[in-house]
């Protein structure tokens, strides 16, 4: 993929470096390959260490961790290399005032060789990627993406069932606010899986995701008859989501009750997100819990169990002798695939396999207010250094995914950087104008008052 992003995602060099912000960054070729590299390192984790002495990872945490940032640096001393830890940014220049954008440029600078970053701001590890001049890792932003558990997790399920295309998965918890959830949603649709969602009522999947998941990865949301998933499934309205195949469906046999669940092959529970929760969301309802009974279910005799971690209620303490529960293996795993995505980015290991090629592009606004307008994007919560990035979902009508955040931008009128003139967005004069001089605007109003002049409009799209 190319990008028109200072610092975008792809990069052959470290002077162009590679960046792993979301997982849509790696092919599935890619992942493939990270996943026999892994295997290798989890099979004599300390017979690697020469792959990268010299080498120093940075640690960014602007939030708590336990096992991504001590499963990267677990892996990084494993592959030989050495550490620097802001495990609490707090302690640092960060509570001066000082932005990420900065941050990464002196960390980058000469301080590390890769940065993993975590950030409470969805988009804030492609913010650091503009600026830092090595690869930068995103270990989690806000409740966008969380890329590096995605891997470990398909790793899991590449280890356990020895594919992912075709394999059933039930998510459950909390869909909304889990970023765990949303990179694991877009890899298994590119993987082919079908993906059954069971979320805590009012914690479903967010409607973007549902948007990329159906505009960019061919998913059909379909209703889903979960009779046989017992009362994990009760309370909530369950959801099918299928690659958009028909030998995929023809594995079910009544599709007018709704897709039948019939046997899974992995049950993802999550926890409820609640430091992202806002006023509205409390106070949570009985939330989903997974325990020995809830296990009877007929269609969850060979499911494996698995949770990201850490865990509050939702998996009661009983099911962790059952041998389908695999999520302390789970986080174990995290060290070899972590090792393979620092060795890969840092140049020390070859995959001999393509990256994506020729799909989104991302364009910078060069003028006009940001149209972002979720408070908790990077784009709203740093003050500097922030231009507005943006992502064409579509040219007519002129559609847009903010470039941080992937939240639906909503510019029903747009304007023209080079003619100063604004349109409507359905409008053919609207798809004339180049990606690179476009600017959003949430009306008519907002256009004039940022200095745009109607223009003359021929016709409309239909
Ligand atoms: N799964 C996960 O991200 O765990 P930590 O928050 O402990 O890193």
Known sequence: MTSATPGGVRGSSMADPRHLVSIDDLSLAEIRALFEHARAFAADPRAFAHLCPGLISASLFYEPSTRTRLSFESAMLRLGGGVLTAADMKSTSASKGESLADTVRVVGGAYADVIVLRHASEGA???????????????????????????????????????????????????????????????????????VCTPQPGFELPAYVMQRLREEF??????????????????????????????????????????????????????????RFTDKDLPIAKYQQLGPRQMKAASLKDAVVMHPLPRRDEIQPELDADPRSIYFKQAARGVPI?????????????????????????????????????????????????????????????????????????????????????????????????????????????????????????????
Request: charged letters at 25%; aromatic letters at 8%; hydrophobic letters at 35%.
């Open 218 to 275: 061919g998913v059909e949301p379909v209703r889903a008859d979960t009779s046989r998933l017992g009362e994990l499934a009760e309370a909530c309205d369950a959801m099918y989501l299928t690659p958009q195949k028909p030998h995929q469906l023809s594995l079910f046999t009544d599709a007018s009750k709704g897709l039948a669940v019939e046997r899974v092959d992995a049950l993802y529970m999550t926890r409820p997100q609640t430091e």
């Open 125 to 195: 590890a492609r913010l650091a990627a503009q600026y830092s001049p090595i690869p930068v890792v995103n270990a989690g932003d806000g409740s966008h993406e969380h890329p590096t558990q995605t891997l470990c997790d398909l790793y899991n399920l590449w280890e356990e069932r020895g594919r992912i295309d075709g394999i059933h998965v039930v998510l459950a918890g909390d869909l909304r606010y889990s970023r765990t959830i949303h990179s694991f949603v877009y890899a298994l649709a590119r993987f082919g899986a079908n993906i």
């Open 338 to 462: 972590r090792m393979a995505i620092l060795a890969f980015l840092l140049g020390r290991i070859d995959l001999k396999t393509p990256a994506r090629t020729g799909e989104e592009r991302f364009y910078t606004q060069r003028m006009g207010e940001n149209p972002c307008t979720n408070p908790t994007c990077i784009s709203r919560t740093e003050t500097r250094h922030v231009k507005p990035l943006f992502r064409l979902a579509s040219r007519f009508p002129v559609r847009a995914y903010c470039g941080f955040c992937s939240q639906e931008l909503q510019a029903p009128v747009v304007g023209s950087a080079n003619s100063g003139l604004f349109f409507e967005r359905e409008s053919v004069e609207a798809r004339k104008i180049r990606p690179e001089h476009l600017v959003l605007c949430h009306s008519e109003a907002h256009a004039l008052a940022q200095g745009f002049r109607r223009g003359a409009v021929e016709s409309r799209a239909r």
